[in-house]
């Protein structure tokens, strides 16, 4: 059960957030980057760019590309 007498299993009100922690420019190497915590989660998020596109010819000012990566710890899943 989720809820129980109107609490939540961690002791939250169902109105109630989880604890939030955010710190900005945590990585000196990034462009940009972000450490945030939310409850039992925490998230390290970095920026690099924008970099020249090679070769030259796919260049285009009005287009972007984004390349994402996500990584998870292995223990953190069962």
């Not at 059960?1 to 609490?7: P, Q, S």
């Not at 957030?17 to 000196?28: D, M, N, Q």
């Not at 690099?48 to 998870?72: C, S, W």
Request: charge should be positive; aromatic fraction near 8%; hydrophobic fraction near 40%.
């Amino acid at each position: 059960m989720l809820i129980k007498d109107g609490i939540r299993v961690d002791g939250r009100k169902p109105d109630e957030l989880r604890p939030i922690k955010i710190e900005a420019g945590v990585l000196y190497r990034a462009d940009g980057s972000c450490y945030l915590e939310w409850g039992g989660n925490k998230i390290l998020a970095a920026v690099y760019g924008p970099r020249e596109l090679l070769p030259r010819h796919f260049q285009d000012p009005t287009k972007a590309i984004v390349n994402a990566r996500y990584n998870m710890a292995s223990f953190s899943v069962e």
